[in-house]
Every structure is written in C-alpha cells, then in structure tokens.
C-alpha cells in the first residue's frame, strides 16, 4: 500500500470494461497489486452493446455469476430475420441450452457488477477518472497521466475501449477509416415482462434474440437486433461508418425506419422509451489488429479490435484477451522482466486460443462483404423474400411458368457476369473460412 | 419522435467547456459537411448564414464516430472529464 500511496503500483488497467476487469482480477488474485482506472462515473456507465453475455468465458473468469450477477433472461432462441420492404423471412433457431448458454444483460449494472467482485478481490478501482497520456521513459511505457496525477508502474494493459486515444498516442494504432467501424444506436424500451413474454413466446426469465439483414439497411454492411431484457426490449443497429458518409444517413432515422417494419413495429407497440443510446464497433477484423504489446504495455479487447461482428462476439474476447494480458504480466512481475520480449508471450497465447483463431478464420470477411455489400446484403435477401413470395402465393398461374420467370428475373435483374463474381467471391470466401 | 426527444431520455453532467474541438476554419471549406449527418446526436449543425459550425457537445454520446468520420481529420477530439459527460443506466 505505501507504493500506492507513491503514487507507484505493479500495474495499471485503463479502461473498467470487460477487458480490463478481467485482466484486473486476474492479476489481483496471484497477489499482485493492480489499479483499475475508469472514467466513468461507474464501470458500466459508458458503456452500450447489444446485447448477451455468454456463459462459458465468463465463469472461466468469475465461476459463481450466474447466482449472483444481474443477469435479464438466459436465452432460447436465435431468429435470423430478413427483411423486406413490407415482408420477412424469419428463421429461427430454439434450444433452452443450460451447459453453454448467452444471457442478456445490461452493460450498467452487469460491468459494474463485475468491478464490485474485483473490489472485493484486492483489486483497487478509481472510478471518474481519465487517463490523458501514457508515460514513457526510454521508450519503454512506465505510467499514466491523469487529470490530476502521474500514477507509475511496472505494467500499463490498455483496455479503453474501441476508441482507444491511448494506443494511438503510442503509435499501436493508425489512424481509423470509417469501413473499420460500425456506428450503432440502440434504444431501450420499457414493456411490461408479460407482454415480453407474449410477443417473443417465452416464459419469465427466458429470452430471445433477433438478428436482423436487409429492410432500411437493404444493400449496406448493417445488421440490426433485437434482445429482450426482463422489462425492456433492447432494439438497434450497426451499420458500417463508411456506409452511414456514403449515402449520409442519419442513424437514428435508419433505426425509426427499422421500428416501423411491420415485422418488427408489433414486437415493440405501446413501448415507452427508457433510454437511447450510441457507440462504435470495431470491424476491421484480423487484419486491423495493432500491435499487441510492447516494453511496459498491453492491449487487450475493443482497443485490439478483438470482435468477431459475425457471431456478434465481443465481451468474450475482450474478457479473454484480458484474462490472457494478467497471465502475462504475472509471469513478467514475477521474473521481474517487463520488455518487449516478456511481454511478447501476451500475443503468442492470444494466438493459440480460439481469439485470434476465429478471426483468422474470418480474416477475409469483411473485404469481401465491403465489396459485394450491394448483392450479399441487399440483392440476394431482396431475393429470399421474392423467392417465398412466389412460393406461397396461389394465383393460378402454373407453378413451371412461375419457377421459370422467378430464374429468369434472378439472372436478369443482377446478370451473369456480376453472379458470376458473387459466387467466386462466395467461393473464396468459405475456401478461407473452411480451408486456409 | 424526434432525436431530441430520445436525447431526452439520456443522463448527462455537461462539463463547463467542450471536449470537441474541430478546426473551424476547416469546416468553412468542408464540402460534406458528414459531421453533421452521421453524428447521433446531432451534436454538429451548420450555420449557413454565418457559415460557421455549431458544436452542441452537452449532447455528445462519446462514440467517436466524428473523429473519424470527420472529412478533413480535424477534429480535436477527448473525453470529457472524469465525472462529466454521458451516463448510461441501460446500455
Ligand atoms: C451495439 C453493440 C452491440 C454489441 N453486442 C454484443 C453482444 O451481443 N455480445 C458481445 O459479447 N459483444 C457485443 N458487442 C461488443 C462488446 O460490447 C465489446 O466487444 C466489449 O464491450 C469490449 O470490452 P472492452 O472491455 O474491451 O471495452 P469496453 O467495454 O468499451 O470498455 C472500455 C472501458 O474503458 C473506459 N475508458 C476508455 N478510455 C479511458 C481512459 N482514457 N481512461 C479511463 N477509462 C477509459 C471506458 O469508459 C469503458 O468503461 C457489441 C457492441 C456494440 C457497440
Ligand atoms: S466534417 Fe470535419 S471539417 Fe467538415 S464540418 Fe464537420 S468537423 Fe468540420
Ligand atoms: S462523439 Fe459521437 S455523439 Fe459525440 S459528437 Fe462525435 S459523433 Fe456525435
């Protein structure tokens, strides 16, 4: 404690998000002194997602929070919804999943659960509080500046977030293009659970999600969502920044027009609205990764870009990446060793576990989704719901002739040359996935 | 509902001084003007007649999109202080 009261610690966590709490308790717990820094009033309190939570990473971290954290409803089922103009098409996947299950939460009360535990744990957490500006001695990062101090240690991990200012400070990062993010408002909508339950076909304490493609974001790299808490409806969107500066869109109006499909205007009727909200997603996936570490500093979850915006996965990685960073910096504390070579161990584990992993996998995702956005996501859902249009629709119109002109349109409407390089860009794209 | 009735619902401290600071002389040649399209809460509106950018940031959501968005870069751009700014019950 008289280090701290120095004003020197062993390590410094920026940022009370997932990421850092993770790594925080992790360092905390092999008995090291560690100082978690958040600028917000409370952990959790600037911080917005869609969204769930999912079980597995996180009780690697925290094994009891099912009993204990505050949890919405564990989820049932998935409905993948694409829209049309004024129809749908809504697949839906339900299985009441105990072992491995995603619950929804919400990030204000479930972040700061989270730093109460680490409070509890050892770990100090100084709350209201922005780090300016990284400290650094001979190229090596030694502290952080605050508004009102110079705190010092031996290790700073970056957890700040999708933004991180500080990363940039130190040149892990470039200067961000718009196609590296996604721009999401969200809104909150109070409705009583019994409606809840009615409209989404649950019993209290079970939840559902909805990913949506197409309608107002028809032909844009944007997908939309719904989740259901215990008394609200979380209803947004993401839609690639470079997309929003194209064709300058107004992302709130995008989200009112998305409220008024008649797909979706039902699920949320009389709902009064609790609280609208913004943030940024990072897209740029594997190939966007900064630079991991460096002498005396880390850089786990959203300030990484560790998302895999598919799978709409980003508190585990971020949790993971952290947990991963504390291991880390345990061995470097404990060797007394804070270089780059030490810390170099950070990138080498996130490697081997299923982060950086999936985003390989993924790497060539949203090069391909960037540049065939106009077919993958609006063409082709257009065409899904012509497709069942035609299909369920008695007119007496010979059911060959109706095939026929649907596979002509098909053709006509995109033609052969531009299929053609949708299915090699299909092709290329599931050898990367599933291949190499 | 208009955007301000929804940034009605959100919980701000405004701080006494703005955390967003474009070149203002830069936004006078701006052509797209994308800040004020694509900010969320609509935080940047542009005065034709005096031809000068207005930052409402008692406003701002802190989500960075304008710093990066910004067509010629020129955003000086922070976090509020500590205990100002937004604050989210529901995010
Ligand atoms: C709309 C949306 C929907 C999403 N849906 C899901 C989902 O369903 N499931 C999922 O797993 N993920 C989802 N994600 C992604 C997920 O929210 C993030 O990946 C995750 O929150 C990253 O955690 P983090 O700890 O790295 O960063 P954050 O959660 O952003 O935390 C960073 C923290 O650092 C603080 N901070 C920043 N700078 C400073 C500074 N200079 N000084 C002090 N403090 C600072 C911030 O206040 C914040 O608390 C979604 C994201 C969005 C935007
Ligand atoms: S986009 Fe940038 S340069 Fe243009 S008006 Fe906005 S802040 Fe000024
Ligand atoms: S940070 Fe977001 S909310 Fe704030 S001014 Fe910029 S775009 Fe608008």
Redesign the pocket.
């Known amino acids: 404690m008289t280090e701290i009261s120095n004003n020197k610690t062993e390590v410094i966590v ?8 993770a790594c925080a308790v992790t360092i905390a717990r092999a008995g090291h002194e560690v100082i978690l ?4 009033s409370f ?12 079980a597995q990473p996180i009780r690697e971290i925290f094994p009891n929070f099912e009993k204990e954290a505050p949890i919405e409803r564990l989820n049932i089922e998935h409905k993948y919804a694409i829209l049309g103009n004024e129809d749908s098409t809504v697949i839906s996947y339900r299985h009441k999943d105990t072992d491995t299950p ?1 619950y929804s939460v919400i ?1 204000g009360k479930f ?1 700061r659960w989270l730093a109460e535990q680490a409070k509890k744990e050892g770990v100090i957490v100084v709350e209201e ?4 500006e990284l400290i650094i001695e001979n190229e090596q990062v030694i502290g952080v500046k ?1 508004e009102l101090e110079e705190y010092y240690s031996d290790i700073v991990v970056l ?8 990363a940039k400070q130190i040149g892990f990062r470039d200067k961000m293009d718009p196609k590296d993010v ?1 721009l ?1 408002v ?1 809104e909150v909508i109070k409705l009583d659970s019994q409606k809840i339950n009615e409209r989404f076909n649950l019993s209290d304490d079970e939840g559902c999600i909805y990913e949506i493609f197409g309608g107002p974001m028809l032909g844009m790299l944007g997908l939309g ?1 719904i ?1 259901t808490n215990k008394e609200s409806i979380s209803i ?1 969107l ?1 839609v690639g920044l470079d997309a929003l500066c194209d064709r300058k869109i107004k992302p709130y109006e995008l989200l009112d027009e998305l409220k008024k499909h008649p797909t979706i205007a039902p699920l949320i009727k009389d709902g009064e609205l609790l609280e609208y909200s913004a ?4 897209e740029g996936g594997y190939k966007k990764i900064p630079t991991l570490f460096g002498a005396g500093v880390m850089i ?4 990484a870009m ?2 895999n915006n598919l799978h ?7 949790m993971i ?2 947990k991963l960073a504390g291991e880390t910096a345990i061995r470097a504390l404990v060797k007394g060793d804070f270089s780059e070579k030490m810390l170099s161990r950070y990138q080498k584990e996130l490697e081997n576990s299923f982060v950086i992993k999936d985003l390989k996998t993924y790497r060539n995702l949203m090069d391909e989704a960037h540049q065939r956005a106009e077919s993958f996501m609006g063409y082709y859902l257009e065409q899904v719901n012509e497709f069942f249009k035609m299909f369920t629709t008695v007119d007496s119109v010979p059911k060959r002739q109706k095939y026929h002109k649907f596979i002509f349109d098909f053709i006509k409407k995109r033609n052969i040359i531009e299929l053609f390089k949708d299915a090699f860009s299909a092709f290329k794209l599931f050898w990367s996935i599933l291949i190499k | 509902m208009t955007i301000d009735d929804k940034l009605f619902t959100v919980k701000y401290k405004p701080d006494e001084s703005s955390h967003l600071r474009p070149d203002l002389e830069k936004c006078k040649s701006c052509k797209s003007k994308i800040c004020t399209t694509i900010c969320p809460a609509k935080v940047y509106e542009w005065e034709e007649g005096e031809k000068k950018l207005t930052v409402n940031y008692e406003n701002c959501l802190e989500c960075g999109a304008c710093r990066i968005a910004c067509e010629k870069n020129c955003i000086n751009w922070e ?1 509020p202080k500590g205990n100002k700014g937004v604050t989210f019950k529901n995010g």
């Open positions: 920026v940022g009370g998000g997932p990421a850092g709490i820094i958040e600028r917000g952990a959790g309190s600037k911080n917005v997602f869609g969204g769930a939570v999912y995603s990030r972040d509080t922005v780090v300016r605050t957890a700040d977030g999708v933004n991180s200012l500080l996604a999401s969200k969502f989740y947004g993401g943030h940024l997603i990072p786990a979850g959203d300030a560790l998302v709409w996965e980003g508190t585990n990685l971020a990446s952290g | 976090y």
